[in-house]
């Protein structure tokens, strides 16, 4: 409710907020809108300004990182009538902080022992298979992602039997071929993906779009995005500047799902690459879950076109919450669903 003052107000004084909060529940004391107020300063979602009795309350710039927008009513405005940040944001290396609520966090940990435990409890054997179901059913749903038409069960004769379907083509076979082996090549060497660089952005790019005709060098020409007017970097030194941010930040957020969070939203929102970006992001989402012992996830049960507002919300918006949402919606799903 204060949050949502402020953001109606612009600027607002405690006795304002406090007036506001007794009309719309009343038997609250001023002493507890004062501790929420420190506790949004303290989580960097208000800004206090001025000095006694002129002191006001504002919105910071995280906040629009993580409050909530309605997804269905946003998407329900053309792509041209919608009012958003056309151009890349070099504020966001500042503002992706505190993703999740401490109640997330305690919900994702919860959910994450569970995983453990059952990992603890697994044979070898049962381990084994259950880590390639779960890569098949990745390379399935992040391939059909960016437009792959293999169904489920023809990516699982594909990869076991290295079989390819009637009806497909090449590319098709080879973008999830790709996948597979990229997945094996991160839980090989999980440990070493606790710390990112841009060269292992590079080297698991070069593994993904192996043999799809996609040049491996970041990006030295502008790229256009579907459905949005955002318009990603088109400088080749800003581009490397803003993963090397990227890496950075990422290796200093302490929380593990924050810092897949993090990852996966800026590489999709710095476009590296001419293609395979969101791809990338994905993956190394699973790298970082995987090299910090947390589920990785499959995205069987994602819905190929939430995924992508998700990731169009925080092109337009710089903001995290519907994407948050999924990641809290698989991560359940994984721990559920796989390793027993």
Known sequence: MILAFIEANKAVSVGQIFEHIQQGVGGVVKMTVSRDLEKMLELSLIERHGIGR?????????YSIVRKIDAEKYFSLDPDQREIQEKFNFDIFVQMKDIFTDAEKNKLSELNNIYRQKIKDISPDILKKEIERLNID????????????????ETEQLIKNQQQAIGHTQEEATM????????EYIREGEASFQEITVKK????????TKELGVTNNLRKTLVRITGTKYMPLDNEFQIREALEKTCSLVNKTENAFEKAVILMLLIAYIQPFV???????????????QAFDCCPLSYRSMDEIEYKKAILLFYEQNNASYFKELFLKQFNFAVENYFG
Request: net charge positive.
């Open 54 to 62: 002129a002191i006001t309350y504002q919105l910071s710039s995280q």
């Open 201 to 208: 952005i590079a080297e698991i790019h070069a593994l993904l």
């Open 275 to 289: 293609d395979g970006n969101k791809r990338i992001s994905r993956l190394f989402g699973n790298a970082i879950l």
């Open 138 to 153: 990745f390379s399935w749903k992040s391939s059909k992602i960016e437009g792959n038409t293999y169904d489920l069960l």
């Open 176 to 183: 999830i071929l790709n996948h597979k082996a990229t997945l």
